[in-house]
Nanobody
Framework: QFAETGGGLVQPGGSLRLSCVAS????????MAWYRQTPGSERELIAG???????KYADSVSGRFTISRDNVRNTAYLQMNNLKPEDTSVYYC????????WGQGTRVTVSA
């Protein structure tokens, strides 16, 4: 299971930090990722982190977003800086590759 929090309304150029508490599997052993989905679009993989802290980002967020993890707290984070209106979406975390079970997500709205 995944419980995402930290979304909200932010102005362009602002920052948010998303958190995802995971349970039901051995978090330490799995790669984790953040995804986002807007209505009418497919879910997009935007950031991933392996169990050895190797990270990778989609071009759309590279240089602005940072993924991290805390294996003691079974939590994944997404620090989002310099947010743009096109980052408006619902953000989800999951394993990578993803499991069939998704959380509720957390909504991020970037607007002036």
């Amino acid at each position: 299971q995944f419980a995402e929090t930290g979304g909200g309304l932010v102005q362009p150029g602002g920052s948010l930090r998303l958190s995802c508490v995971a349970s039901g599997f051995d978090f330490n052993m799995r790669s984790m990722a953040w995804y986002r989905q807007t209505p009418g679009s497919e879910r997009e993989l935007i950031a991933g982190i392996t169990n050895r802290d190797e990270v990778k980002y989609a071009d759309s967020v590279s240089g602005r977003f940072t993924i991290s993890r805390d294996n003691v707290r079974n939590t994944a984070y997404l620090q989002m800086n310099n947010l743009k209106p096109e980052d408006t979406s619902v953000y989800y975390c999951n394993m990578r590759p993803s499991s069939a079970s998704w959380g509720q997500g957390t909504r991020v709205t970037v607007s002036a």
